[in-house]
């Protein structure tokens, strides 16, 4: 009775606002209680008017880094106008500029000139640049909006997303005066660690506003920030190429150019500041941008004098220094004025965040850095609050924001979802098992539908010095037990092939397979292939030759994992190859999941992604793939993939993925489970989203949904569409308040589910903590339910969402995610087997440097070399 009213009183007090997506019909109730701790911190919001000006720096031949705008405007605040900027006003460090007061400008706009602090008079005798900045009265905002939204009484709407980003300015305005930072954080060197090649690693800490139910919260997180290591640019290089002697960064001695560009790429942008003094006996005191290294080396590089003679830069630095070079035969630094410099008499001060990719054998390093147990992690987010130091900062308040750092973490009314029941097969010891922490395992169980396998092969590309027949025939027994273990039947041994790696991999792929149908009438439904060491590239091809040209069925193994391998490996090698030829590992038990696998009411469940090319690489393509399942029990899964524009963020061919999809699941219900006619249609689509952010909820709902309709429409069938996006890029995290709520890895129980305190004021949203924990600190998803004919109740859209997350064929763990969209994960990011190995379309990093033109033309190779499914691989689970 009591929450009938509550919903009630909920549901008129937002009857007249808008929402980009679907208005929280109500707050969930299933699972049991449970209080725990998230990252985020209540602040005030300001009580009087924020005035809003619009920000132009001139001249602005090319953006200025925000590290010289911020600098710029603390030049106009403290030096130039002092009484016109009292009290001070934030800064973004692009257009933006946010007062407390309205500044005294005699009209709505000023210009005012402004010169950076140390840039010295350069030697040409021109005085320090000038930048013109005017200011521009945009808005007032009236803060009064923000209250009214996170009290549901207002709609989000573009004074409300101008007053958060206004308090996201106040709060980052200290911090960027005082550290290095990013978009989103700021780094310290108060926890720092050296991973070698001349990078170290900070701590830094992210923080955002964000809009809670009933209150503003400073959501606060720690990052990561990987750092050029200061001291000398010499020691620097050296260390990169992973070299002692500072005459191997000398081309007289070998230097490979090669090397120098690969250096280069990793340098370039750096700021440096040079140790020796100018002409005029000063030392540069301003960093300078290194451009690029010069190919010849000090002693061998000349230049022409302001007077007009040659000479080379080691003579020159031997003038003016009056002392010879050290390292005459080393490569020289080039900055941006055009002047060259001997690394030797470079510098690299502290705190250069490196903003490119971090070299694949520093990755696990990164990885450590940042993985943190769930109290651990809690303690260095609370020893971030004294870095970012509201209390400290005039700016937060002058805003008069007052962030309740004592309260300590926000404390939230969470619960813990009970999961599905799982089914597995005739001959299991229990037929229904429940998941305890995310987890259970294969012991005494069969599949629920276990293959037959009547004929396969073994191709083993390691040597067979290193994998002998023995190790073959040890592989060949401990899979075979496995497979009967689970309840697969292995109805013959296997034929083994040992092949070399640099041959042509399709070609001895398709001669076992010809040998196989030769001996037994037909080829192989299952090609079990050894891969060496470092055997990436026979992967691709072995995937290319299974799915996409032949279309049969393959299993890679490693041969180092299969040496003295314990049965549990052979068991989730099994959990693959199963689904791989047709089976189903378990299904939901339907009695414990109703609303996804209602009779009366067939479901299809879809998980959508596309994947854009890393940073930098323009050449690239985007990918995209649409999983959906086939079945009643939303077990098994089918994929439909594509290649696409570069960096378009809607799926652009969805009309024909998702009319796959639907075709395919409703002709598995005839032709399969046997369904009468008329009955095979969904009558339900939950359509999830994957990798879109806030900003383009709208063009989901305008661009991908009318694909989905159409493709539903050309099939005369007319599902109940409900969308959800599922976003894992946010940083909200749960903390167990006791031992008693948390796992054994100290994270927040699978299961549990916060719709409250840190959720959206008026949309549809939810945390989901769906996994058992691991390593570090779990990481929840979040799911937004963007639109919805189905009229779920968020009880119903969450223990379905917790349910597919359980029905993941390869592991016998629930995963963060519901399965379709880990899927579509897995094939967007496998495109890369739908390119023929031996073709001309090329995944390596030199080919990433292109112009625009270049572009265009390598997008169109892209689109043409993709090729399609294997047609007998389409109905199956391949990507598994
Ligand atoms: C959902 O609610 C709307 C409005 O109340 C109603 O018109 C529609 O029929 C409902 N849909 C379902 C599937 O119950």
Same mark, same amino acid.
């Given at each position: 009775m009591f929450s009938v009213l509550l919903t009630c009183l909920f549901l008129f007090r937002t009857a007249h606002i808008t929402t @980009?997506? @679907?208005?929280?019909p109500d707050f969930s109730t299933a699972g049991t209680p449970v209080t725990i701790q998230v990252n985020s911190f209540a602040t005030s919001v300001p009580n009087s008017i924020i005035h809003h000006y619009d920000v132009v720096i001139s001249p602005s031949e090319k953006t200025l880094p925000a590290r010289m705008t911020m600098d710029l405007i603390r030049r106009l605040q403290f030096d130039v106008a002092p009484q016109i900027f009292t009290p001070r006003c934030v800064y973004d460090g692009r257009k933006n500029i946010f007062s407390i007061h309205r500044l005294k400008f005699d009209t709505g706009s000023q210009e005012f000139d402004v010169t950076l602090a140390d840039e010295a008079p350069s030697a040409s005798g021109k005085g320090p640049k000038v930048y013109k900045i005017k200011l521009t009265h945009v808005a007032e905002i009236n803060p009064e909006v923000l209250h009214r939204f996170i009290e549901g009484k207002g709609s989000h709407d573009n004074t409300v997303l101008t007053a958060i980003t206004a308090l996201n300015v106040v709060i980052r305005m200290q911090p960027s005066l005082s550290y290095p930072f990013n978009v989103r954080s700021f780094f310290t060197d108060r926890e720092t660690k050296d991973i070698g090649s001349g990078l170290e690693l900070w701590r830094g800490y992210f923080q955002s506003v964000r809009p809670g139910i009933g209150k503003m919260l400073i959501n606060v997180d720690i990052s990561t920030g990987t750092m050029y290591k200061k001291g000398p640019l010499l020691r620097l290089c050296l260390e990169f190429i992973g070299k002692n002697h500072p005459n191997a960064l000398s081309p007289t001695h070998g230097l490979p150019d090669r090397e120098r560009l690969r250096l280069q790429r990793f340098i370039c942008g750096i700021r440096i500041l040079t140790t020796h003094c100018g002409p005029d006996g000063q030392k540069h005191t301003t960093p300078r941008v290194l451009k690029k290294l010069s190919t010849a080396p000090a002693d061998k590089l000349t230049f022409t004098m302001r007077e007009g003679q040659s000479m080379t830069v080691a003579d020159y630095f031997q003038r003016t220094q009056n002392k010879p070079l050290q390292f005459p035969h080393v490569i020289c630094a080039e900055v941006g004025s055009g002047a060259l410099i001997p690394l030797e008499l470079c510098d690299v001060p502290p705190g250069q965040l490196m903003r490119k990719q971090v070299p694949p054998e520093k990755t696990k390093d990164v990885l450590d850095f940042a993985t943190k147990k769930p109290l651990d992690r809690l303690q260095s987010i609370k020893n971030g609050l004294g870095v970012l130091a509201y209390g400290q900062s005039e700016y937060v308040r002058q805003f008069g924001m007052h962030v309740d750092n004592a309260a300590g973490p926000l404390k939230v009314q969470a619960r813990v979802l009970k999961p599905p029941m799982l089914k597995y097969g005739p001959g299991s010891r229990q037929a229904c098992i429940t998941p305890r922490d995310g987890a259970w395992n294969m012991v005494d169980k069969k599949f629920f539908k276990p293959v037959a396998i009547e004929r396969w092969a073994v191709v083993v590309y390691e040597r067979q010095g290193r994998f002998n027949d023995q190790a073959a025939q040890d592989m060949i027994k401990g899979l075979c037990d496995s497979c009967y273990d689970v309840g697969i039947k292995m109805k013959s041994t296997p034929f083994i092939f040992w092949e070399n790696g640099q041959g042509r991999i399709a070609d001895q792929l398709k001669s076992a397979g010809a040998t196989v149908a030769q001996k037994m009438g037909k080829g192989p439904q299952l090609i079990v292939v050894i891969l060496p060491e470092g055997g990436n590239d026979i992967y691709t091809s072995v995937k290319h030759f299974g799915d996409i040209t032949m279309g049969v069925a393959t299993q890679c193994l490693k041969s180092s994992k299969c040496y003295r391998a314990k049965p549990q490996y052979y068991a989730n090698v099994c959990l693959k190859i199963n689904v791989k030829l047709g089976g189903i590992n378990t299904i939901p038990d339907p009695s414990s999941v109703s609303v996804l696998t209602d009779p009366h009411n067939p479901t299809i469940v879809m998980g959508a992604l596309v994947i854009h090319p890393a940073p930098g690489s323009d050449g690239r393509p985007s990918f995209t793939a649409l999983v959906a399942n086939v079945d009643s029990d939303t077990a098994k899964y089918i994929a439909a993939s594509r290649v696409q524009t570069s960096r378009v963020e809607m799926i652009e061919e969805l009309e024909a993925m998702s009319h796959h999809c639907l075709t395919m699941y409703m002709r598995y219900r005839e032709v399969v489970e046997k369904k009468a006619a008329g009955t095979t249609a969904p009558k339900r689509m939950i359509f999830y989203r994957d990798g879109v952010s806030e900003g383009q909820f709208k063009q989901v709902l305008e661009q991908e949904l009318p694909l989905i309709k159409k493709a539903c429409a050309s099939l005369k069938i007319n599902p109940k569409i409900t969308i959800l996006v599922v976003g894992k890029r946010h940083h909200v995290r749960f903390f167990p308040m006791s031992e008693r709520d948390a796992d054994r890895s100290g994270n927040c129980k699978a299961g549990t589910v916060v719709d409250r305190d840190v959720a959206h004021p008026t949309e549809f949203d939810f945390y989901l903590q769906a996994h058992g924990g691991l390593l570090g600190t779990s990481r929840p998803a979040h799911y937004s339910v963007l639109y919805d004919e189905n009229n779920f109740s968020a009880d119903a859209l969450q223990s379905l969402s917790f349910a597919l997350c359980h029905v993941y064929a390869r592991s016998t763990r629930s995963v963060s995610i519901p399965a379709p969209v880990y899927y579509a994960d897995i094939v967007c990011s496998r495109a890369k087997n739908h390119y023929d190995p031996q073709g001309t379309v090329d995944f390596s990093d030199s080919a990433t440097q292109v112009d625009e033109g270049q572009a265009a033309s390598s997008l169109e190779a892209f689109r043409r070399g993709f090729k399609p499914l294997h047609q007998s691989q389409s109905t199956l689970m391949y990507f598994s």
């Open positions: @980009v997506g @679907v208005k929280r």
